[in-house]
């Protein structure tokens, strides 16, 4: 039969041979009487084989001590390989399972015109590309919000420093201050010594008549 499918061996003692699957069934182990020979210490004698069902090929561990593993995981039964698959017997052995391309080295028969229909060939004429029309000059862009010009922001810096309080508010603050001090002192005294009567007693009278003897 026409193989269609074939095994590659990327590692182990004869890396790049290829093993073409041209029987219903094949054994593989390290004894010679297998028809995939792999002289291995890892690999058992009659190691795993590869029957034909319908259309695929199915990989089967025969019991080995090592075990045979495809794409990282160990068989546990039957498995339908699919092309691109790595099969591993033990830690050193490794087989690609690929299918084989179809030759396409085929001939292409191009239909080449006669001398007289290349001689009766109108070559149109170039179209001649338009000239770029001319770009407008660019114009003043008012800026936007978050754009400040650098001449503004030196006017608000010279704003800011013109807001600043003069001296002589200050020192208005200042004397203001004091007043209310000696003031709140001052009826600290006049209240510690009950003195309201002496001090404020025509305001008192003038309020409540008689409020103070």
């Known amino acids: 039969m026409d193989s269609a499918y074939r095994l590659v ?3 182990g003692p004869t890396v790049g ?6 029987k219903t069934e094949i054994f593989i182990g390290r004894d010679l009487a297998n028809d995939i020979s792999i002289n291995d210490p890892e690999v058992s004698r ?6 034909l069902q319908g259309n695929n090929f199915i ?4 019991g080995s001590t090592n ?8 068989l546990m039964g039957p498995y339908v390989l699919r092309p691109g698959e790595l099969i591993v017997f033990g830690e050193q052995v490794s087989l690609l399972y690929e299918a ?3 030759e396409t080295d085929a001939t292409i028969v191009a239909n080449v015109p006669r001398p007289q229909e290349q001689q009766n060939v ?10 770029p029309e001319p ?12 754009q400040i010009p650098a001449q503004q922001e030196y006017y608000e810096e010279e704003v800011v420093e013109k807001k600043k309080f003069p001296v002589w508010v200050i020192v208005l603050i200042i004397i203001l201050l004091l007043v209310i001090c000696v003031c709140v002192v001052g009826l600290i005294w006049i209240d510690s010594n009950s003195m309201w009567c002496q001090v404020f007693g025509f305001i008192f009278d003038v309020i409540t008549p008689g409020a103070c003897p």
């Open 9 to 11: 061996m990327r590692t």
């Open 17 to 22: 041979k290829v093993f073409p699957l041209e």
């Open 46 to 51: 009659r190691h795993a084989r590869i029957f």
């Open 59 to 62: 990989l089967e561990d025969l």
């Open 67 to 74: 075990g045979t593993m495809v794409s990282g995981q160990r």
């Open 100 to 102: 084989i391309m179809p």
């Open 122 to 131: 109108v070559q149109p004429a170039p179209v001649p590309e338009p000239y």
């Open 135 to 146: 770009q407008p000059a660019p114009s003043f862009q008012p800026a936007y919000s978050g």
